[in-house]
């Protein structure tokens, strides 16, 4: 009798010890994730990641530690999606417009619909992302969504009206660039490298991207005269691999879940606030000089842009889409925060 209560008490033992080697993440086990990022470690989007990667370690108690790689040092900007996929990276930061065409809902954010904050447009593509569920993330878990603040126009001398940018040579990311030809201006793509010396050597008259880079990229040294335009924000998403992502426990699924939506907004608060901070330091160090466009031109250039959404609609539509009404929902959502976000 004691030896048939030896071998069961042994069986259970061995059964025990088999399914805590078959669990993913044991139970009081130290949890490691590696996060990529592209752009480098001083700028918003790593900022952001390392609020994130504190807050997880400090909210599991330390049972999850986030090792973070910003710069593109392990996985360059347009392999991000690809290499949390296959586990490269088990968590990764990209932009949606780097690759053009995959993420057609996300894409509805980008268009130049005017949005006034990063905190109106990254609560907006939240919650239409939430909404639609589209399959362009069913590949992955999505961790987060934010944007970077309102495009402006940052120029070596004065624009005051879209006279003024007629002909005018400027700096702009290529996505972007069917924007700046609608308004008169000549989009030039080149790498943010590159921008400085092309902005000393007069190549580039301006460029156009949101004002944080007056500090960041001390842009404000060749450009002193920025035109608040707010003519597009470019999409972010955190995502994670979908195998890594099922194989935590769940109390800390849970503080991934509740750090979503908070995330977003914080990120979105942050950037503005560094867009704040930014032109407040560009005026005191270069005398920067803020600009607005006549009442009657601000009215002006959704009424020039408005072929590219029409664009947007006719291209998700024949993807089998619903892109009147994805339109539709972003200009509440974005009514509605803007209201909330004075």
Aim: aromatic share 10%; net charge positive; proline share 6%.
């Amino acid at each position: 009798m004691k030896r048939k209560i030896a071998f069961m008490m042994c069986a259970v033992f061995v059964a025990t010890l088999m399914a805590v080697a078959l669990t993913p993440v044991a139970y009081g086990q130290e949890i490691k994730l590696t996060y990529a990022n592209f752009p480098p470690a001083p700028t918003f989007p790593c900022v952001q990641m390392e609020r994130w990667a504190k807050e997880v370690e400090q909210r599991t108690q330390g049972k999850v530690k986030v090792q973070t790689f910003p710069g593109g040092t392990l996985l360059a900007a347009k392999n991000i999606f690809d290499g949390v996929m296959s586990g490269t990276a088990d968590i990764g930061n990209f932009a949606m417009s780097y690759q053009p065409g995959r993420f057609p809902v996300s894409e509805a954010i980008d268009l130049p619909l005017g949005f006034t904050s990063a905190k109106v447009a990254s609560l907006t593509l939240y919650d239409l992302i939430d909404k639609y569920k589209p399959k362009e993330f069913e590949g992955v878990k999505i961790l987060t969504l934010f944007t970077c603040p309102p495009a402006n126009i940052m120029t070596r001398t004065p624009v005051k009206s879209l006279a003024d940018l007629k002909g005018m040579e400027l700096r702009v990311a290529g996505t972007q660039a069917d924007i700046i030809k609608r308004l008169g201006g000549i989009p030039v793509a080149m790498p943010q490298s590159d921008t400085p010396e092309a902005l000393q050597k007069g190549v580039v008259k301006g460029h156009v991207s949101s004002m944080e880079v007056l500090k960041d990229f001390n842009y404000a040294a060749y450009t002193a005269n920025a035109t608040i335009t707010n003519l597009w924000v470019v999409s972010f998403g955190v995502v994670m691999n979908k195998d890594k992502w099922a194989a935590l426990p769940a109390e800390v699924k849970k503080v991934f879940d509740d750090l979503r939506k908070e995330q977003a907004l914080w990120t979105g608060r942050y950037v503005d606030d560094h867009v704040l901070e930014a032109v407040k330091w560009s005026k005191e160090k270069y005398n920067l000089q803020l600009f607005e466009l006549p009442a009657g031109q601000k009215t002006e250039i959704p009424k020039l842009l408005a072929p590219m959404v029409d664009d947007y609609v006719k291209k998700v539509t024949a993807a089998g889409l619903p892109g009147d009404q994805i339109i539709k929902d972003v200009m509440a959502l974005k009514a509605k925060y803007e209201k909330e976000y004075k």
